[in-house]
């Protein structure tokens, strides 16, 4: 059974309409190489691996933080760990796949 069900996703075009409101954070997940190869416009790269306890304290400042990966499997066991320390994170479904998509702006 996936372990982050009851992470709380929202879409890309949710997503998007976050984006740059005060007290927001948007993350990129994936790996730096992935990340330069093509992003969510308005993401800031937080690899996965090295959202530690200095990451976290540094995103527990935002209301909010909406997570992005590939396709959605990394943003979920980000928004995980965000969640369990008690930051209100999000998944975006479907990734940067999806943002693709839609035809919303990647960097």
């Known amino acids: 059974m996936w372990p982050f069900k009851s992470?709380?996703?929202v879409s890309v075009t949710d997503a998007k309409q976050k984006i740059g409101a005060a007290g927001v954070?948007?993350?990129d997940v994936r790996t730096p190489e992935e990340y330069a190869a093509g992003h969510?416009?308005?993401a800031q790269n937080v690899p996965l691996?090295?959202?530690?306890?200095?990451?976290i304290k540094h995103l527990k400042q935002?209301?909010?933080?909406?997570a992005i990966c590939r396709s959605g499997g990394r943003s979920s066991t980000a928004a995980a760990k965000l969640v369990a320390a008690n930051v209100n994170a999000f998944s975006v479904a479907g990734?940067?796949?999806?943002?693709r998509e839609q035809g919303l702006p990647i960097t």
């Open 7 to 9: 992470v709380p996703s």
């Open 25 to 27: 954070a948007f993350i």
């Open 40 to 42: 969510a416009a308005g």
């Open 49 to 55: 691996a090295t959202i530690d306890e200095a990451a």
């Open 62 to 66: 935002f209301k909010e933080v909406y």
């Open 95 to 99: 990734g940067t796949s999806a943002w």
